[in-house]
């Protein structure tokens, strides 16, 4: 069993957004091959290209140096080419072993499915992991009770299940304890004799180092190195990963110091925060600061701000002004002059099919009285969309109608009609183009000034490097690093985003 | 460690709510009728149950996929109606399963009707099918706008009076229902359905057919609300175009409460048999404590409504107590 795959200049944009302008990976038979790159450099819409999610739009992809295109999943899964999702596509009101072999059963001569082979065969597959999860993972198992370590076992079994030339890898060690990686990496080894060729995708720079034979960097779309790992270091690595040309000029905000030279007072203190995904986040915000967090996507950033604005439910201590809050609802987080810009502008910022001025205005109608004075709202709305240089056909023109950029704006107009006390911010500028994110900056920058407290989320490493003082680097739902000053370079922060254990002052 | 919980509950044992309000029901129903057991009494207790057996058997199937059947009821009106009119009261044996071929053909179609539009359309299976079921009673308005016609007394005794070795003939049909279930639950398409309806995503990206095993499940929808169709004009002797419209809440009720959650993906097909055994019993306790029909309507309203909101209740107390 031999096989190579081959990916040449691959291109694949996203309505106007470049995700890859040109990836490159070639992987062959017997090898572990590492994709790395920091956010938004690639990597994952690479790994989609390759099993056929998504169709790219320029480039070559070459199976046994024969051209392929894969129109679905399930074109590059008959080639051979299976894939280990992140985001698990298992069902969960179903037993482990029916979610395995789903599309594959074994059929008895009647037409029906052969529990019995199936419940074998899973269980010659769950030994693969044996001892390294709890007595209640069996074949008969219901997805549902599982724990996320367990279904990320099922994903990586029914993958291999189909025993794939190509097997993609991607993330699937994120939610695995130290155990469960290790029998894995033993398995990962074993597939690599047989034949097998890997595609490893982790952020986890420890383990890019243990399992994989060779690497591919990507940064911004671009493959910008490819070589053997034992040729490279890890400082090395990083230093590919990160970018070298700015494109910005960021102006650094300080906290504005008062005349006396006295520090500001402590707006946000949180202590000891537990979600589902956060682990005992403890931090300190001061009036007019902008606090940076970083790290890669999903390390609980966003389970940080909704659990903030009382958006999700919570275990620790929140102090605003030295006053214990607890928020059960956004409601009360905006009457403590709280504003939230989610991620998902189209889904949870804005009322995407209606109009500017209702966009606006929603969390601030009661300020207009009953029946409402629309003469004023639209005197507000058109002042605030003056000072964001909002560029629109008219107040009435729906919010679908406006750029990403445009419309990320009235997120934060409809705010700034409340004129809050702190913003917490889940990466605002992503999909935004330059110019816009350059006024964004502008006003983040205004706005501490004014002695408003940020919580900047951003993915764009540069962002948080250029606009904040202080960044926190969350890591597996804790905070790994705290970088400021001297020690905020986009090393530090993509070592600490990777979880390598020297990346700034802990 | 794992503490008891209503959803862990019902999907070990789907039928579970249904059985316990069955053996309620029947235990006042015995109370209020004491020769319930007897073999005549039994036999036109079921032949009453058998319709909405088979409307709650194709309506779980399609809930199990994700979706709901609200047509259910005009395929019921229109199979009356065809029969009642094409075959009248002096037609022949010969002309009688003829139509009921040609009305079973005409379920499919509705069913296939309701599946274009759900499964490759991609509608929203209430508001197509809600609209479909307009115009299912509507025809059935068309073919018969005043109720009237029938079907021969001696065909509609073949239904109302056959009990081989003793036994109601709706128990024989009740067995074959559950048995075709136990097939198609142990093959491919069963995973398939219990799949489509668990996470329609995760199935499309493990290959499995969606659009086919939605579509599928509208015409089996409609093949048994033409079977229910024919067991109703049986039963009944004669045509009514209204007759299947108060039948689709009920075979809804009796699917929610035969532990098919309306999410889709889980439960089964024997739930909703029982359950709507237990609906026609219920039925029965109200006829004979001599209150008002309207309780019926109620009652079977107050079932729907807390079947539907006990999981969302017990959540919420669940929540509060974190």
Known sequence: MSVSLSARNIVKRYGGVIALSDGNLDVHSGEVVALIGANGSGKSTMSKVI????????????????????????????????????????????????????????????????????????????????????????PETLVSDLHPDEKQIVEILKAISLNPRILILDEATASLDSRQVERLFELVRRWKAEGKAIVFVSHRMEEIFRIADRYSVLRNGKTVGQGDIKDITEKDLIQLMTEKEKVFQFTKTTIAENATGLEQPVYLEVENLTTEILRGVSLKVKQGELLGIGGLQGQGQRDLLLALFGDIPYQGIVRIRGEVVRFKHPRQAMQKKLALVPGDRAKEGLLYIRSILENFLLPSWQKYGFPLKMKLAKRDALAISERLSLVMAGLMAPVSSLSGGNAQKVVIGKWLLRDPDCYLLDDPTKGVDVHTKAEFYALLTELSQQGKSILFYSSDDDELIGLCDRVIVLHDGKIRAELKGASLTKENLIAASMGVSNGGEA | MKRFSWDEMMNRYPAFFAILLLVVALIINFILQP???????????????????????????VILGGGIDISVGGIVSIVNTILAT?????????????????????????????????????LQPIITTYATSFLYVGFALFILPNPGGGIPAEIANIYRNTTPLGLPLAFYVIAVILLIWMYIRSTRFGNYLYAVGGNAEAAYETAVPVTWVIFTTYVASGFMAALAGVAITMLSGSGNAEIGVPMTLTSITAVVIGGTALSGGVGGVAGPVVGAITLGIIQNIISFSRIDTWWETFVKATIIVVALAAPGIINLLRRKKV
Not at chain 1, 71 to 79: F, I, T
Not at chain 1, 102 to 116: A, F, H, N, V, Y
């Open chain 1, 51 to 138: 099993n056929g999610v998504v169709v790219l739009d320029g480039g070559q992809l070459l199976l046994d140096d024969k051209p392929v295109r894969f129109s679905s999943p399930q074109a590059a899964r008959k080639m051979g080419i299976a894939t280990v999702f992140q985001e698990l596509s298992l069902v969960p009101k179903m037993t482990v072993a029916d979610n395995i072999w789903l599309t594959r059963e074994p059929l008895k001569p009647d037409g029906m499915i052969d529990r019995r082979v199936m419940r074998e065969k899973t269980e010659a597959l769950l030994e693969l992991f044996s001892g390294t999860f709890k007595a209640d993972l069996r």
């Open chain 2, 35 to 61: 020769n319930m057991f007897a073999r005549d009494t039994l036999n036109s207790n079921m032949r009453v149950f058998l319709p909405m057996i088979l409307l709650a058997a194709g309506q779980a199937v």
């Open chain 2, 86 to 122: 094409q075959v009248g009261l002096n037609g022949s044996p010969e002309k009688m399963w003829t139509y009921v071929l040609v009305s079973i053909g005409a379920g499919i179609l509705a069913g296939a009707i309701n599946g274009f539009f759900i499964a490759f359309l991609r």
